[in-house]
């Protein structure tokens, strides 16, 4: 082959391996499998496993630092994947002592599926902030991995972070007894999905209240909110609802107002309810 026809050649070669290899890079972002907490069905842990794509050899990486007892969240957890996959299931109760871990650091990174247990999810955003356990899940989503959560796990997905508390009355209820401004305490989360407010437990506990004066916070976001022992599956901007109830999802096509004694007022709120097989797309 002349030395001119072989330049052209290798040039070629190049080009397309970098065309392959960026194309592929783009395609790997993984997928976010989101439980609304309560009971987890078999079908669901199914769901959960295939979604992760689990092959040969995968492991999948257990954060339990959401519960007051995480040897207990684990064990539970570990139940129900055992019945549905036989791959390694790594237990990583991450402390602010071991936050720096490398070797538990990397098992977050290779885990084929991350999942994230219920329970407190400012507790678990204490230990992880924006620190190197934080990085490891965002570089484990950002190359193909699941990551999952239920209850607590669920709420620590999105930027925006339902803690649970309220700023108008210190005492905690289930189901908030009034629409007000400035009300819903949120920090910030993982950050996994933007623009959104996930609420869990959502029609077993009438969360609407809370929700909707979350939205009123934040205008233009959208509010999910996830029942019982259902999910949604996100991919990238494309959302498909599993399991046993619904999905509840408001947004507002223009911003709420409020009284000068903070009581939330609006016209236009949308609301739609799907169910599983149903999908539906993020902004």
């Known amino acids: 082959m002349k030395p001119?026809?072989?330049?052209?050649?290798?040039?070629?070669?190049?080009a397309f391996t970098f065309t392959f290899v960026h194309g592929q890079q783009?395609?790997?972002q993984g997928k976010l499998f989101i439980i609304g907490g309560g009971s987890?069905?078999?079908?669901l842990v199914k769901q959960l496993i295939q979604t992760a794509a689990l092959r040969p050899g995968d492991h999948i990486a257990i954060l339990p630092m959401s519960s007051a007892e995480p040897d207990s969240s684990f064990y539970y957890i570990k139940s129900d994947l055992e019945k549905a996959c036989s791959n390694t299931i790594a237990y990583l109760n991450f402390t602010s002592a071991?936050?720096?871990?490398?070797?538990?650091?990397?098992?977050?990174k290779r885990a084929r599926l991350v999942f994230i247990t219920g329970g407190d999810q400012t507790r678990f955003m204490k230990i992880v902030g924006k620190g190197p356990i934080y990085q490891a899940i965002h570089y484990a989503y950002a190359h193909g991995s699941t990551i999952s959560g239920t209850s607590a796990g669920a709420a620590v997905m999105s930027k925006q972070m339902i803690t649970g508390n309220q700023r108008k009355d210190t005492i905690y209820h289930e189901t908030i007894g009034k629409l007000l401004a400035d009300n819903i305490e949120?920090?910030?989360?993982?950050?996994?999905?933007?623009?959104?407010?996930i609420d869990q437990h959502f029609i077993v506990r009438s969360r609407y209240?809370?929700?909707i004066s979350a939205l009123h916070d934040y205008p233009g976001f959208l509010g999910i909110g996830i029942d019982e022992s259902?999910?949604?599956?996100?991919?990238?901007?494309?959302?498909?609802?599993?399991?046993?109830?619904?999905?509840?999802?408001?947004?507002?096509?223009?911003?709420?107002?409020?009284?000068?004694?903070?009581?939330?007022?609006?016209?236009?709120?949308?609301?739609?309810?799907?169910?599983?097989g149903a999908s539906f797309q993020l902004k």
């Open 4 to 14: 001119k026809i072989l330049l052209l050649f290798f040039a070629f070669i190049i």
């Open 26 to 28: 783009k395609n790997e």
């Open 40 to 43: 987890r069905t078999e079908s």
């Open 98 to 108: 071991t936050a720096n871990d490398q070797a538990m650091l990397d098992s977050v």
């Open 186 to 197: 949120i920090t910030e989360g993982l950050g996994l999905v933007q623009n959104v407010i």
């Open 209 to 211: 209240n809370r929700l």
């Open 230 to 276: 259902t999910a949604i599956i996100v991919d990238r901007k494309q959302i498909r609802v599993v399991g046993e109830s619904q999905v509840l999802v408001f947004s507002t096509k223009s911003k709420m107002g409020n009284t000068s004694k903070g009581l939330i007022t609006f016209g236009n709120l949308n609301i739609k309810g799907y169910a599983a």
